[in-house]
């Protein structure tokens, strides 16, 4: 069974720095992208940022470029997002999901997901 | 403001069937596959629909996905209470150069 497994979530001031981590299993991790999805609670879904399965290709939504950086390591099976300069706006449940293709490519999709770890950014 | 417009809620009866609208542009919906995630209350999204109109094994043939030009939409027949979920169209943005998602659809079963 693919299970994934968020954690690093907490409270944060605003500027501050935060690290989210992805732990997978049930699956070849490194046959796979991967992405982080965030969700204000009671809002929509907006996805941040995409790897692909060696790093080779990483983008990001415009609201984090600069500020955020997604990481994996293949042999850890982890994935992870390093979050600076935190704003009360990247206040929500970060959701890490499975791509299902090697690349970023806009034919894929993704499945499953995690069940989310909650990042709230407040003086 | 998502880049994808859905309806921000939907009902109906059930055995019903309804259909959510996804409004996009020629830089995501018209050249490229949606695909459509639920999310039932308290619980992480799950795909329903990938590539416009693919289910995914174990997704009920009630739920069925097309595509036109810059929309999609999300059928679901026979409606049942456990249908009651948020619902998120999504595609990839050749323009924006990512992922969009619609704002989603809260779906409320009478």
């Known amino acids: 069974e693919v299970q994934l497994v968020e954690s690093g979530g907490g409270l944060v001031q605003p500027g501050r720095s935060l690290r989210l981590s992805c732990a997978t299993s049930?699956?070849?991790?490194?046959?796979?992208?991967m992405h982080w999805v965030r969700q204000v609670p009671g809002k929509g879904l907006e996805w941040v940022s995409g790897?692909?399965?060696?790093?080779?290709?990483?983008i990001y939504a415009d609201s984090v470029k600069g500020r955020f950086t997604i990481s994996r390591d293949n042999g850890q099976h982890s994935l992870y997002m390093q979050m600076n300069d935190l704003r009360s706006e990247d206040t929500a449940l970060y959701y890490c999901?499975?791509?299902?293709?090697?690349?970023?490519?806009?034919?894929?999709?993704?499945?499953?997901w995690g069940q989310g770890t909650l990042v709230i950014v407040s003086s | 403001q998502s880049v994808l417009t859905q309806p921000p809620s939907a009902s109906g009866t059930p055995g019903q069937t309804i259909t959510i609208s996804c409004s996009g542009s020629?830089?995501?919906?018209?050249?490229?596959?949606v695909n459509w995630y639920q999310q039932l209350p308290g619980t992480a999204p799950k795909l329903l629909i990938h590539?416009?109109?693919q289910r995914p094994s174990g997704v009920p043939d009630r739920f069925s996905g097309s595509k036109s030009g810059t929309s999609a939409s999300l059928a679901i027949s026979g409606l049942q209470s456990e249908d009651e979920a948020d619902y998120y169209c999504?595609?990839?943005?050749?323009?924006?150069?990512?992922?969009?998602f619609g704002g989603g659809t809260k779906l409320t079963v009478l």
């Open positions: 999901a499975k791509d299902v293709g090697r690349g970023l490519h806009w034919m894929n999709w993704f499945d499953p």
């Open positions: 049930g699956f070849t991790f490194d046959d796979y992208a």
């Open positions: 790897i692909s399965w060696n790093s080779g290709s990483r």
């Open positions: 020629s830089s995501n919906i018209r050249r490229n596959t």
């Open positions: 590539s416009n109109n």
């Open positions: 999504a595609a990839w943005d050749d323009s924006l150069n990512g992922w969009v």
